[in-house]
C-alpha cells in the first residue's frame, strides 16, 4: 500500500515536470516555421499579451530579420512594424532568400538586438525551379528559300521557342540541336538564338542575340551545343528564335531542325534544371535554285497619245531569264488588292519581254505587274512599272458630239415647256371641257323655254280678265 503510494507520488511529480519543461518550451514570439521554403511567406506569432514588458500592449514596434542577430552591424533584410500583443501567424517577408536567418524585436528602440529581446531562427530553403519548353505561336513551320542576288537575304528563322522558368529564375546554360534533312548542314553559314523581343517570329534589328555558333554544323546532320547567355526571370515566358545564315551557294536540298535539350541553373536552389518539351522538331526548309528571273520590268503604251477607241500596245520589256512567267496588265496598282487584269502575257526569253493590246477609252494610268520571285506578291525589287495613257478624241468626233449636246438641250427645253403647260391646263380643265361638251347650249336652251312658259302665262291671264269684262 504505502510503495503504491510512493509510485503515484512518483508519477505525479514526473508529469509536474513535464508541465513545467512545456511551458517553458512554448516561445513568448516565434516565427512560424523552423523551415520556409523560398516559395513560402515567412510567417511570426506572438505567443502573449505583451512580448515587449517595456511597452503598452498594442504598441507599434520593429521587427528585424537579419542574416545573424548579434553581428555588428547588422546585415538587414527585412524590417517591418508589428503590435505588440499575442497574434497568430502574420507575414513579414514575401519573397525570402535561400540563407539562415535571425527574426527579432527591437523592443527599446537602439536599432540592434539586446540579449533581453525577443528573438528567434529561421531558415529559408530553395524549391528548386522547373523550366519549360514549347513550340511558339510564331512558329515558321515549312518554307523555301533560294538566294536571290537582287534582295539578298540570308537570314532563315527555323524555330521560335517558347521558354519559361518556374519557381526560381533559371540562368540558361547550354541549348543542343541537331540537324536532320536531305540538305548538307555544313553548307549553313551559322547558327544563332536571339530573343524574340516582339513576339513576331523575325529576327529585328537590336533584338538580342544569346548564342550562337559558326560554322552551324561540323558534319551534315550533325549536333551542336550553343553556351546562352540569357537570364529566364520566374514567371514570364519568353520567346526565342533558331535562326540559320545561309550561303549565297547552299546547295538544294531539305533542312531541319531538332532543339533535343535546354539546361540552365537555378539562381535560387543553384541547382541544374533540364528544361521539359524537349525535344521539338523545327519545319522543313526547301533550299531551291537561285533566283533566275532578273532586271526590271519597263514597259511602253504604243502610241501614246492614242486616238479613243483605237488600239494600244503594251510593249513589256527590261526583264531576262523570267520563262513561262506571266506579266498582268491593269489599272490597279500592283500592290492592291483588286486584282482585276486588262489583259496579261507570257514573257518570252526571245524578245526580253511581251505584248499586250487592249482598246483606248479615257485617259488612264496603267500598272504592268509580275512576281519574279514566287513570293505570292508584285511588289518587290523590278517587279512592277506604270505608265500614263493619253487619249484623244478626233475633231469630227468632237464636232458630232457638240451637235449631240445641242440637240440635247433642244430636247430638254421642249420637256420642260410641256411640264409648264401641263400645270395650266390642269388649272382650266373644268371650263374647256364645259364649252367643249355643248353644256353652254343646253343652259341657254333652258333659259329660252323659261322664258316662253312665262309669256305663255301672261297671255293666259289677260285672256281671262278680258272675258271677266265681257
Ligand atoms: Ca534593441
Ligand atoms: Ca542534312
Ligand atoms: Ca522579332
Ligand atoms: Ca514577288
Excluded at 534589328?205 to 540569357?230: H, K, R, W
Excluded at 430638254?412 to 367643249?436: C, G, H, Q, Y
Aim: glycine share 6%; aromatic share 8%; hydrophobic share 35%.
Amino acid at each position: 500500500m504505502r510503495k503504491t503510494k510512493e509510485i503515484f507520488i512518483l508519477i505525479i511529480a514526473v508529469l509536474i515536470l513535464l508541465l513545467v519543461n512545456s511551458i517553458s518550451a512554448i516561445e513568448i514570439f516565434e516565427s512560424c516555421k523552423d523551415k520556409f521554403k523560398t516559395t513560402e511567406e515567412v510567417t511570426v506569432r506572438s505567443n502573449v499579451d505583451r512580448f515587449c514588458v517595456n511597452k503598452e500592449e498594442g504598441a507599434e514596434v520593429e521587427v528585424y530579420i537579419v542574416e545573424d542577430k548579434d553581428s555588428s552591424p547588422l546585415n538587414i533584410l527585412m524590417k517591418s512594424k508589428i503590435n505588440n500583443t499575442q497574434f497568430s501567424c502574420k507575414k513579414i517577408w514575401d519573397s525570402p532568400k535561400v540563407g539562415d536567418y535571425d527574426v527579432f524585436i527591437d523592443c527599446n528602440e537602439n536599432e540592434e538586438y539586446d540579449s533581453n529581446e525577443p528573438f528567434d531562427s529561421f531558415e529559408v530553403i530553395a524549391v528548386e525551379g522547373d523550366g519549360k519548353a514549347r513550340r511558339g505561336e510564331k512558329d515558321i513551320r515549312d518554307h523555301s528559300w533560294f538566294f536571290d542576288r537582287e534582295e539578298p537575304n540570308l537570314i532563315n528563322e527555323m524555330l521560335q521557342l517558347s521558354l519559361l522558368a518556374e519557381n526560381e529564375n533559371i540562368v540558361l546554360e547550354t541549348l543542343t540541336i541537331r540537324a536532320i534533312g536531305s540538305g548538307n548542314d555544313t553548307e549553313i553559314e551559322k547558327l544563332e538564338i536571339y530573343l524574340d523581343e516582339n513576339n513576331n517570329g523575325k529576327v529585328d534589328e537590336d533584338e538580342l542575340l544569346i548564342g550562337d555558333s559558326q560554322p552551324a554544323f561540323l558534319e551534315d546532320n550533325g549536333v551542336t551545343t550553343l553556351n546562352l547567355d540569357y537570364v529566364l526571370v520566374e514567371g514570364i515566358e519568353e520567346k526565342f528564335l533558331i535562326v540559320y545564315t545561309m550561303k549565297e551557294d547552299t546547295p538544294e536540298g531539305e533542312f531541319s531542325l531538332v532543339v533535343d535539350s535546354i539546361v540552365g541553373i537555378g539562381e535560387n536552389s543553384e541547382k541544374e534544371i533540364t528544361f521539359s518539351g524537349l525535344p521539338l522538331t523545327s519545319g522543313t526548309k526547301s533550299v531551291l535554285p537561285e533566283k533566275t528571273c532578273l532586271g526590271s520590268l519597263t514597259f511602253e503604251l504604243e502610241p501614246n497619245p492614242v486616238v479613243k477607241n483605237s488600239l494600244v500596245t503594251a510593249r513589256i520589256s527590261g526583264l531576262s531569264g523570267c520563262e513561262n512567267k506571266t506579266i498582268v496588265l491593269r489599272l490597279n496598282p500592283c500592290g492592291s488588292s483588286l486584282k482585276e487584269e486588262i489583259a496579261h502575257c507570257i514573257f518570252n526569253e526571245k524578245s526580253g519581254g511581251c505584248n499586250i493590246s487592249f482598246l483606248s477609252s479615257s485617259n488612264k494610268t496603267y500598272h504592268a505587274c509580275i512576281d519574279k520571285n514566287n513570293d505570292g506578291d508584285m511588289i518587290d525589287f523590278g517587279e512592277y512599272d506604270f505608265k500614263d495613257l493619253v487619249v484623244v478624241i478626233p475633231e469630227k468626233i468632237e464636232e458630232n458630239e457638240t451637235e449631240i449636246n445641242e440637240t440635247e438641250t433642244n430636247v430638254t427645253e421642249f420637256k420642260e415647256e410641256k411640264e409648264d403647260s401641263k400645270i395650266t391646263a390642269s388649272v382650266t380643265d373644268i371650263e374647256k371641257n364645259f364649252f367643249e361638251t355643248g353644256g353652254f347650249f343646253l343652259l341657254l336652251e333652258v333659259t329660252l323655254l323659261l322664258i316662253l312658259f312665262v309669256l305663255v302665262m301672261i297671255l293666259f291671264k289677260m285672256r281671262d280678265g278680258q272675258e271677266k269684262e265681257d
